[in-house]
């Protein structure tokens, strides 16, 4: 019986002390996430994943409540004008400063042909660059909710995507391939 004791505690210990297994996560979804390009594809799916990548200027919270994230604060300084100030020391992951011009660039990228984000910045009809860390986005009425659309609205480097040829947006219908289809700021290829 002493042995048998013994030997369960053994065991027992061993199995509590020894590394875990890997464990293979399976899950299922209608899609893929077709394009490493943030700007590609409006699809919950696709935008999920790459908000792992790309940070926007607010995020939503485990409420869906709004909060900062590379703007630390914004407010209406008249009707038709919001005002966002930049985070400082941010650094985008080829280790590029992230400042105002990158929001200018990531607001006329989100915009352009091939874009599927377009509605991220409906009825924006200025942005301007107060300095390097606030931005101005004059609408063309007022509008109270001007940024509740933007946590699936990640900025992009500018440097990085001229450096790369991917000033535009890689459309969906597009039959060739942008570097951000398979890229993002600079990482490998995905396999």
Do not use: C
Not at 25 to 50: I, K
Not at 68 to 82: F, K, Q, S
Not at 169 to 176: L, T
């Amino acid at each position: 019986m002493r042995t048998g004791l013994t030997l369960a505690v053994l065991a027992l210990t061993l199995a509590a002390t020894a590394p875990a297994g890997a464990k293979e996560l399976r899950f299922a979804f209608q899609g893929d996430a077709d394009s490493m390009d943030p700007y590609t594809l409006n699809e919950t799916f696709t935008l999920g994943f790459l908000s792992n990548i790309y940070e926007g200027l607010i995020r939503r919270g485990p409420d869906l409540t709004i909060e900062p994230a590379l703007a630390v604060r914004w407010e209406i300084v008249a009707p038709d004008r919001w005002r966002f100030h930049l985070r400082r020391g941010v650094k985008f992951h080829e280790g590029e400063d992230f400042t105002a011009d990158d929001v200018l660039f990531s607001a006329d990228r989100v915009r352009a042909k091939g874009s599927d984000l377009t509605t991220r910045l409906a009825g924006v009809k200025e942005i301007v660059k107060v300095d390097d860390y606030t931005v101005e986005f004059v609408t063309e009425a007022p509008n109270p909710i001007l940024h509740v659309e933007w946590g699936s609205w990640g900025m992009m480097s500018k440097s990085w995507s001229e450096k790369h040829n991917a000033t535009t947006p890689e459309a969906m219908s597009g039959d060739q391939e942008k570097y951000t289809t398979r890229r993002t700021f600079g990482a490998n290829p995905l396999i």
